[in-house]
């Protein structure tokens, strides 16, 4: 096998993040070293050019992966769902959530997300019976790292009801990183909107699937979130230890 490096990229307006400025985006491949260049070409003009803002700070990293610190997953199956309003979908996303988080956690969840008044560049973990926050990341967050797909994204995906569905950049990085996120032990939920003003797809990923949740968000609003519901039997460090630093790659075809 090739030998492979994470590239990963976030951008902010105003400075760099650690100096206050404001997060524009933030990107991240696994590819070898033949692509690397066309990947950091990419993310350049990601951070550039974005809806969010024109970045005025970019960090590009990059770091050299061991074959043997490669964990391989398959990627959750896709559950899509119809609907109207924010409040449905929300209803929609609490009902999902409350199969494996109970009814509390998963209200302290949405109470976070939208009392937020500017974006994390990570996620909050929160105990998914009591829903105290977990993290002692403040504004921050934890963000997850270090993943990618075998190869190319799909062009397209076949639902938990059969149907075939086009997979933009949105719903790949989104399905890379829940499926990453619920590989972890102790992880049993995730809520999620985009902080993209022009996206207001969400989702929640629990019992080993995504469900792809219309309207989570007003459109225009810039403000997204994540939040990890987390088994309390579990140690906050070794789940923060999996998410920020094991090398994941998500196959879609039976290797
Ligand atoms: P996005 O889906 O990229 O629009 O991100 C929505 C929100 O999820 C962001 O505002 C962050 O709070 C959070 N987020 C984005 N990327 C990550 C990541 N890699 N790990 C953890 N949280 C993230």
Redesign the pocket.
């Known amino acids: 096998m090739n030998t492979l490096y994470s590239i990963r990229m976030r951008s902010a307006e105003g400075g760099a993040h650690e100096h206050g400025g404001r997060?524009i985006?933030?990107?991240?491949r696994i590819v070898d070293e033949k692509t690397l260049k066309i990947i950091a070409q990419q993310l350049i003009d990601r951070a550039l050019h974005h809806s969010k803002g024109t970045a005025d700070f970019i960090n590009i990293c990059i770091e050299k992966i061991e074959p043997h610190q490669i964990q391989y997953i398959r990627p959750l199956a896709v559950a899509i769902y119809e609907s109207n309003t924010i409040d449905e979908s929300h209803a929609l996303a609490k009902d999902l959530l409350c199969q494996s988080v109970s009814a509390k956690a998963v209200e302290c969840a949405f109470s976070f997300l939208q009392s937020?008044n500017t974006?994390?560049?990570?996620?909050?973990l929160l105990d998914s019976q009591t829903g105290e926050r977990l993290d002692r990341t403040g504004q921050k967050?934890?963000?997850?790292?270090r993943?990618d797909v075998i190869g190319k994204h799909p062009s397209y995906i076949v639902t938990t009801d059969n149907t075939e569905i086009p997979v933009n950049t949105?719903l790949a990085?989104?399905l890379v990183?829940a499926s990453k996120?619920q590989s972890c032990k102790g992880i049993v939920g995730e809520l999620?909107?985009?902080?993209?003003p022009d996206?207001t797809v969400?989702y929640v990923a629990c019992n080993g699937k995504y469900h792809r949740l219309q309207h989570m968000k007003p459109l225009g609003s810039e403000?997204?979130?994540?939040v990890?519901f987390i088994d309390s039997h579990v140690s906050v460090e070794s789940v923060e230890s999996y998410?920020e630093s094991q090398a994941v790659l998500v196959t879609w075809q039976d290797r």
């Open positions: 997060h985006s933030g990107a991240e937020l974006n994390m560049r990570g996620a909050i967050g934890i963000r997850v790292t993943m949105h990085e989104a990183l996120v999620c909107w985009s902080d993209d996206y969400g403000i997204g979130g994540r990890f998410l």
